[in-house]
């Protein structure tokens, strides 16, 4: 498996251009593009459904970092310097998100929010900004039905984990899981779709699942029996043979040489592991 090397962050780092200490925000976590530890195709990433988030903050600098990592994790984004702004911009735009500062020159963050919940378009997540210190500010904000908070400084990355957050409690459903991509395989949990170099392949409802397994747990070897109980739910009453020959023809569809397999490999006395 691929890890991102101290090159690729200093990299990624250059690219930013952003002063985070001056903005006094914590310089990202480890969210390097377009690198590939996890397995997880960067293009699908950027194609997710495309929620909105309206940004709400009254510091340029801090609003172009943020949208930009929201629009990097495949955020539609808005922002707005001022409450008013911000009021006007979420009846425009309809956001999904509220990424709001309570710290704003004109009217005060909780204001904007009372305002929001009480209008239609203000049914999206809210996720207030606050100063270390405002905590009563914070408590108010929680009351007054926010879905949630990050205390400055703090890192984007982290904003968009947050915002990922708040969606998948409001939507379940709508938040895709992105397809997971190895060397030339793509499998697509959402469409139930896998790809070899491009091309479709034909694969049972079952040798979808199996594979699917695998490849969620990547590098991690799996006896007959636990491949049973997760892929066929069943913990007896099945032979364990019927895991080998589900294997054998999902290696026959998938593997360029089926003998000398490239994805799904045996590991003797234990049964099988996905190698990524
Ligand atoms: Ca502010």
């Known amino acids: 498996m691929l890890r991102p090397s101290r090159d690729s962050k200093r990299r990624a780092c250059q690219v930013a251009h952003v002063d985070y200490k001056a903005l006094n925000i914590a310089p990202p976590a480890l969210r390097i593009w377009p690198r590939n530890p996890y397995g997880v195709c960067v293009s699908s990433l950027l194609q997710r459904t495309r929620a909105k988030v309206l940004v709400v903050e009254d510091e340029p600098a801090i609003a172009d970092v943020v949208s930009r990592y929201l629009r990097r994790a495949g955020y539609e984004t808005a922002v707005a310097g001022t409450g008013q702004q911000a009021l006007g911009r979420a009846e425009a735009t309809q956001p999904d998100v509220v990424v709001l500062d309570l710290m704003l020159p004109d009217i005060d963050g909780l204001e904007v929010m009372r305002r929001l ?5 203000g049914r999206g997540a ?12 914070r408590i108010v904000g929680l009351r007054l039905g926010a879905d949630d908070y990050v205390v400055k400084p703090f890192s984007p990355a982290e904003l968009v984990a947050r915002v990922d957050a708040v969606l998948r409690r409001i939507d379940p459903i709508g938040q895709r899981e992105p397809p997971l991509c190895f060397d030339g395989l793509e499998i697509d949990p959402a469409a139930r779709e896998v790809l070899r170099d491009g091309d479709p392949l034909e694969l049972t409802q079952r040798e979808f699942d199996l594979l ?12 007959r029996d636990q491949l049973m109980e997760h892929v066929w739910h069943y913990t007896f009453y099945i032979d364990a043979s019927t895991v080998t020959v589900h294997i054998r023809r999902l290696r026959a569809k998938l593997e360029p040489d089926s003998a000398r397999p490239r994805f799904i490999q045996t590991v003797w006395g234990v049964g099988y592991r996905f190698a990524p």
């Open 117 to 121: 919940r009480r209008a239609d378009h």
């Open 126 to 137: 809210i996720i207030l900004l606050t100063a270390r210190g405002e905590e009563s500010d």
């Open 212 to 223: 699917l397994f695998l490849a969620r747990h990547p590098g991690q070897a799996f006896t």
